[in-house]
């Protein structure tokens, strides 16, 4: 039971700041807050993801160039032009790392906007930390663990961040319903969105890229959007007005 609890808590904690703080606010700037904020987000970012922390400058700069060229040769990550998902993640990684040790200059308009924090990224991106969070795991797993097979969910613990990453790129881009014409091939992948946090509404995103609400129809219901509007409230964060 320990170990279910650790984690589907890794699962959702990690998948929930990715699309929290790298999707919808490093992204798409999806609301405001105060720089202490902005900072205690990134760091739970970085807790939360461990070993597969994920830079919010050069996530955020791919994912722009993702809606910019969606499902296009362009696109970094569309799954119409890969024979697999694991091909995919292999050159998702590598346009990932370019933005990452910027050796590769983005377009203008795919710049800025993002939250940067020089010595957090240097220190969460580092194979040092990395290592780090990966033994951690590892003698939790020794520590609780009740059967050998519980040992075989650490590789996921490990490559957390990409895994959603793929999930949401390969599944949302092919299986699924449409609500709208993007002229591309983002679906719906219903009902897999909201063990997704509502990522896996792709069709809608692309639709309304900057909306915090993911869902569209009345069925769809976007996990994340309650708690972005609660803590609007709260005076934590302040969404655009238009998607209240």
């Known amino acids: 039971m320990i170990i279910l609890i650790f984690f589907l808590g890794h699962w959702f904690l990690s998948l929930f700041f990715q ?24 760091v739970m970012t970085y807790v939360f993801q461990g070993s597969s922390y994920l830079n919010p400058r050069a996530y955020a700069i791919m994912h722009r160039e993702h809606h910019a060229y969606s499902d296009t040769e362009k696109d970094p990550h569309s799954p119409h032009f890969f024979k697999d998902v694991f091909q995919m993640m292999y050159y998702t990684a590598i346009s990932y790392r370019k933005h990452e040790k ?20 240097y220190i969460g991106s580092s194979y040092v ?17 009740t059967q050998w ?3 075989l969910l650490i590789p996921i613990h490990i490559i957390m961040g990409p895994l959603h990453g793929a999930i949401v790129n390969w599944c949302g881009h092919k ?3 449409s609500n ?3 002229n591309d091939k983002s679906k ?16 809608n995103h692309h639709k309304r890229p900057n909306n915090a609400n993911f869902g569209a129809k ?27």
């Not at 699309?19 to 990134?42: C, D, I, N, V, W």
């Not at 910027?102 to 990224?121: H, I, Q």
């Open 149 to 151: 097979w519980m040992f």
């Open 19 to 42: 699309t929290f703080f790298l999707h919808r606010y490093a992204s798409h700037k999806m609301f405001t807050t105060h720089k202490f904020f902005e900072r205690t987000f990134h």
């Open 129 to 145: 930390s990395r290592i780090i969070f990966g033994l951690l795991y590892i003698a939790f797993y020794i520590e609780f663990a």
């Open 102 to 121: 910027k050796v590769k200059e983005p377009e203008e308009r795919f710049k800025g906007n993002y939250p940067e924090w020089k010595f957090l990224d």
């Open 175 to 177: 299986y699924g319903y």
């Open 188 to 203: 719906n992948t219903t009902p897999f969105d909201f063990l997704m946090l509502g990522e896996l509404f792709q069709n």
């Open 218 to 244: 009345w069925f769809e219901i976007d996990p994340v959007y309650p708690i972005m509007k609660l803590m609007h409230w709260a005076r934590i964060i302040r969404l655009r007005k238009a998607y209240l």
């Open 180 to 182: 709208f014409d993007n």
